[in-house]
């Protein structure tokens, strides 16, 4: 069983930055895989960044590219996502997604076996 707890978003003027924090408790070899996700109501549920916890290998929606960045701190079972030069379009729930097998290569939501609860972002002018 994996917990994942996420915090760190709020509101912010366009141009503005925020990072956001997802923690893994629990069964945390099963967090090999790490995804941040997002949506809007009404939209599905995409894919924003993540990484292979194992060697640090990350990817990026190409929305995303250059303004956002994943890191992690591999001892403390803690990811990142560092949002820089935010836009009005980036405003969503934000959610820190985990799982065991697949090959974290920016995977569909219904390949992650666990979720944090989200966390909002809200940018404006």
């Known amino acids: 069983q994996v917990r994942l707890e996420e915090f760190g978003g709020g509101s912010v003027q366009a141009g503005g930055s925020l990072r956001l924090t997802c923690i893994a408790s629990?069964?945390?070899?099963?967090?090999?895989?790490v995804g941040w996700f997002r949506q809007v109501p009404g939209k599905d549920r995409e894919g924003v960044a993540g990484?292979?916890?194992?060697?640090?290998?990350?990817y990026y929606a190409d929305a995303v590219k250059g303004r956002f960045a994943v890191s992690q701190d591999f001892a403390k079972n803690t990811v990142y996502l560092r949002m820089n030069s935010l836009k009005e379009e980036d405003t969503a729930m934000y959610y820190c997604?985990?799982?065991?097998?697949?090959?974290?290569?920016?995977?569909?939501?219904?390949?992650?076996?666990?979720w944090g609860q989200g966390t909002q972002v809200t940018v404006s002018s």
């Open positions: 997604a985990a799982d065991p097998w697949n090959t974290c290569s920016n995977p569909p939501p219904n390949m992650m076996a666990y």
């Open positions: 629990g069964t945390t070899y099963s967090t090999k895989c």
């Open positions: 990484i292979y916890t194992g060697n640090g290998r990350t």
